[in-house]
């Protein structure tokens, strides 16, 4: 995966991984991704903190998500960030 720029979404901004992927050297492309919040060759990664990952099965959002990135050609992966998976309003047994 040499010599591949990383396709940042707009939205990622706001986080500490696009600083700390520059400091790292790697190159970056701030747009806006259609699908997931990074893109590298033919990958996407969905980022989720544990609390946005509570939040996103509360309001019913991840499934979608879910859903678009199985349609997506690019072998697709969920990140989750955060040191406590139970660190939210969903009961472990759901979370998991």
Excluded: F
Aim: glycine share 6%; no cysteine; net charge neutral.
């Amino acid at each position: 995966m040499e010599g591949l720029t990383i396709s940042v979404d707009v939205r990622e901004r706001r986080s500490d991984v696009p600083a700390q992927l520059t400091q790292l050297g790697a190159p970056l492309s701030i747009i806006t991704l259609a699908v997931g919040d990074y893109a590298v060759g033919n990958r996407v990664i969905e980022r989720k903190t544990v609390v946005d990952l509570h939040r996103s099965l509360v309001n019913r959002t991840l499934w979608s998500q879910v859903a678009a990135l199985r349609h997506d050609p690019r072998r697709a992966y969920v990140v989750v960030e955060g040191e406590d998976l139970d660190d939210g309003p969903v009961p472990a047994r759901p979370i998991r």
